[in-house]
């Protein structure tokens, strides 16, 4: 320190205010706040902290949304047959996404006030593995999300290469303002084992959800999975029908697939024949469509890369009589 | 200069943890009485730190009192579990209001005006010695920018750390330091401009 800097320090530091405050103005200035106080809304104190605990802790936050949207919207899914369109996936993922926002706010309330930690499934709408859907053959369906740092990316990418991964570009879905790239896979059992080694070695790729649920065969399952951010909620909304084909353990999978933020992005891909032991893995970007975008100003800037890992698997009826699995009912 | 933290403690609901926060942050947001008993112990810091940026005790007590209306207007967002987290944040609500009030058009002339003029009310309190070195400084403090006054003021006269001072104006230690550095090389220039000799 110079010198002058010294000098200047010691200046400031000698220097003396009239600064003892005017005790007739703290005291108006009380009645003021209390005024104020009983005017403006509270928040309660209780409800804040469970609420920060979902928000800011990463795995209770999605731990809660991956329970209460497979608690909700696993039964949306016994609909018609049929392909899965993209104006209904949409239009799902849209209501789908403000009712488990809705729901996260009310089950917050539900939590501290009920001596049940979760919520309960809806009677006679969900189903979970091993139970029994009368005798009729179901199919098994197990998404994982997964989050990829798109700086890692060439790590990534010298793994899929390494595996001989051969992507197929998917469709986009005409519906959506912004259509997204995006590329399928079929993984044989030795891939799909050294993907998921992969994920679980490597910090790059992120799995954000798993949610698995069982659907007759034929017809359609909505997933909707979210995760609230503090200032923002966004989320993916999946709309699968699988198809058992024959008996020889083919499915026909068709899987429609939609990334709702603010901005709506997503692909179809139909058809598929999935082997016994095979999974489906897709590629795709999310971003906001240009960075001076009002939408990405206010929102920032996004750009994720998402992978799903879709595996269905056929699950035998049970017997009525003794819960057994009913034999060479599907093979 | 640092408060108490909160203090936390852990229910159990439904075999779930839920924590129930007692510190007065957390009172405050739900009780008002909590959010009175804050006030009155922060009450003098900011009213100082007011004086201390503005030179000026009637305009002090105008910019405290919109800090606190805003406190308590905004209390329910602060998202804050301490009472060092509450202390930065009322001081960053001052700093803009200050900073706010030092913007706007000829308020610095009209300042300049009513400082005299308090002065000449308070000259039994000071001698003539001080008075010179105020306004000296005050001249020089104001022709500086707002951010450069705000690390000064934090720090000389509020007596901050400067790991404290970053804490409230949002940046790193370093920032702060090296901001404070370039802040008084400038007020130097300004005091010996304006006629200062130690």
């Known amino acids: 320190m110079s010198r002058n ?4 320090e010691d200046f400031l530091r000698r220097t003396k205010f009239d600064d003892s405050p005017n005790y007739k103005h703290r005291d108006e200035l ?10 403006s809304p509270r928040r309660e104190n209780s409800r804040w902290n469970l609420r920060r605990i979902v928000i800011e802790t990463k795995t209770h936050k999605r731990l809660v949304a991956a329970v209460v949207l497979i608690a909700v919207f696993v039964g949306m899914g016994q609909i018609s047959t049929g392909r899965v369109m993209f104006a209904k996936v949409t239009e799902t993922a849209k209501t789908g996404l403000a009712r488990l926002k809705e729901f ?26 091993g139970e029994d859907i009368q005798g009729v053959p179901t199919v098994m369906i197990v998404v994982q999300v997964f989050t990829a740092n798109i700086k890692s990316n060439k790590k990534l990418a010298g793994f899929l290469d390494t595996q001989a991964i051969q992507f197929v570009q998917a469709q986009s879905d005409p519906n959506l303002v912004y259509p997204t790239p995006s590329f399928w896979a079929k993984l044989s059992a030795e891939k799909t084992e050294a993907f998921l080694q992969y994920t679980k070695s490597h910090s790059d790729l992120r799995r954000i959800v798993s949610p698995r649920l069982l659907v007759r065969s034929g017809q359609e399952a909505f997933i909707a999975t979210g995760t609230w951010a503090s200032r923002s909620f966004e989320g993916q909304a999946i709309a699968i029908v699988p198809t058992i084909h024959g008996e020889d353990g ?18 179809e891909i139909r058809n598929v024949q999935m082997g016994a032991d095979e999974t489906l893995l897709v590629r795709t970007a999310v971003q906001s469509p240009k960075s001076r975008s009002l939408i990405a100003r206010i929102f920032g800037k996004r750009e994720e890369t998402l992978f799903v890992l879709l595996e269905v698997k056929i699950v035998p009826p049970k017997d009525p009589n003794n ?9 | 200069m640092m408060a108490s933290d909160s203090s936390a403690s852990l229910k159990t609901v439904g075999g779930s943890h839920v924590a129930l926060d007692t510190s007065p942050i957390a009172q405050a947001r739900c009780d008002s009485t909590a959010f009175v008993q804050l006030y009155r112990k922060y009450y003098d810091a900011i009213f100082r730190y007011c004086v201390h940026r503005l030179f000026d005790r009637h305009t002090a007590e105008d910019i405290t009192s919109d800090v606190f209306l805003k406190a308590a207007q905004s209390i329910a967002c602060f998202k804050g579990t301490n009472e060092s987290q509450f202390r930065n944040w009322l001081y960053r609500i001052a700093t ?48 500086l920018r707002p951010k450069y006054q705000t690390v000064i003021t934090l720090h000389f006269f509020e007596n901050m750390k400067l790991i404290e001072v970053a804490e409230v104006i949002g940046c790193s230690p370093g ?5 404070l550095a370039r ?3 400038k007020l130097r220039k300004r005091l010996t401009a304006a006629g200062y000799v130690p």
């Open chain 1, 104 to 129: 996260l706010e009310k089950e917050s309330l539900r939590i501290q006030e009920s001596p049940k930690p979760l919520p309960p499934r809806p009677a006679g709408t969900t189903t979970m593995p």
């Open chain 2, 183 to 185: 802040a008084l090389a």
């Open chain 2, 96 to 143: 803009n209001a200050v900073n706010d009030h030092l913007r706007k058009v000829n308020r610095r002339n009209d300042l300049y005006e009513r400082y005299y003029e308090q002065t000449d009310e308070q000259s039994t309190t000071y001698d003539e010695s001080a008075e010179r070195d105020l306004t000296l400084l005050r001249q020089a403090m104001f022709s």
């Open chain 2, 175 to 179: 920032t702060a330091r090296s901001r």
């Open chain 1, 250 to 267: 083919r499915i026909d999978l068709n899987f429609s697939f939609i990334y709702a933020e603010v901005i709506q992005q997503g692909f």
């Open chain 1, 5 to 8: 800097e010294k000098q200047v």
């Open chain 1, 323 to 331: 819960g057994s699995p009913v034999p060479n009912a599907t093979k």
């Open chain 1, 30 to 39: 009380e009645q003021r706040l209390v005024a104020t106080l009983a005017d």
